[in-house]
């Protein structure tokens, strides 16, 4: 090869690299401009809504597990890590009571509206009696709830509840003051309290929510022939409400999660 010929070539390949590098500085600045601005308005739509975002990250896979807690048992799933994330951080545990229709050891949820960064726990039920949306609070429900919050201590700890697990929920929530959000779908107080325990327990929640962090949503159907009761709707304009329209009581359990359940599921 001629001494020109060699030259030539030189500056071709020279002029390739240039072209090359500037495709991918230009490139590069298109990606994060555009990653950027996904972003921005990801952080805005958390703010307005709590609604799940689509995203093409792949989504976790859960364990699912039957646990004992003494003679008791409970629902458990866990997320796995992803092979391809190197820091999975688990931060959020949440409880979910199940309702009356829920009784037994059939799974309450469908683990694939999770988010991949929550634990979470329901305790396994039954109903007894003829009118079992009337079962009170069973007495062993609250000390595992305590032993879970000792077990797992550096979680921020949400709770679930639906029908008579939201009923269960309201009059756990005015014992335990550990839960960070509360939110309860079809709730009812408990036809064991007296018109005065209901004003005490709603008044001491409402209380609490102005000197904390702490809340407490309710969400139910329009539709919903069970309705919350006048002695509750006198309290609810004072929680977090959500009202789902042309929606009837089964119906408003899946509403609430998948309008809600993305701030269970973060800290």
Not at 257 to 262: A, E, K, L, M, R
Request: aromatic fraction near 10%.
């Amino acid at each position: 090869m001629c001494e020109c010929e060699c030259v030539m070539v030189v500056y071709l390949k020279l002029w390739c690299v240039m072209v090359v590098n500037l495709s991918i500085v230009f490139l590069g600045s298109n990606s994060r401009n555009s990653l950027c601005s996904v972003s921005q308005k990801m952080n805005i739509s958390r703010e307005v809504s709590c609604q799940r975002l689509p995203t093409m990250s792949p989504r976790p896979q859960w364990v699912h597990s039957i646990c004992a807690y003494g003679p008791y048992h409970y629902h458990k799933w866990r997320p796995i890590p992803l092979p391809d994330v190197a820091a999975h951080v688990v931060d959020t545990a949440v409880i979910y009571l199940p309702s009356t229709a829920e009784a037994g050891p059939a799974q309450p949820l469908d683990s694939s509206t999770f988010e991949g960064s929550e634990i979470v726990f329901s305790p396994i039920v039954s109903n007894t009696g003829k009118h079992p949306w009337k079962n009170d609070v069973p007495k062993w429900i609250e000390p595992w709830m305590e032993c879970l919050m000792e077990t797992y201590p550096g979680l921020s700890w949400n709770l679930m509840g639906f029908s008579r697990g939201a009923a269960w929920g309201l009059d756990i929530r005015s014992r335990i003051k550990a839960f960070g959000l509360v939110l309860l779908v079809g709730p009812y107080f408990l036809p064991r309290r007296s018109d005065e325990e209901k004003k005490e327990i709603a008044k001491g929640i409402v209380e609490e929510q102005k000197s904390s962090r702490n809340a407490l949503m309710c969400a139910y159907g329009d539709a919903d022939p069970w309705k919350p009761d006048a002695s509750l709707m006198e309290f609810m304009d004072q929680f977090r409400t959500a009202r789902f329209l042309d929606c009837g009581h089964d119906d408003s359990k899946q509403r609430a999660i998948d309008t809600f359940w993305g701030c269970l599921a973060q800290v």
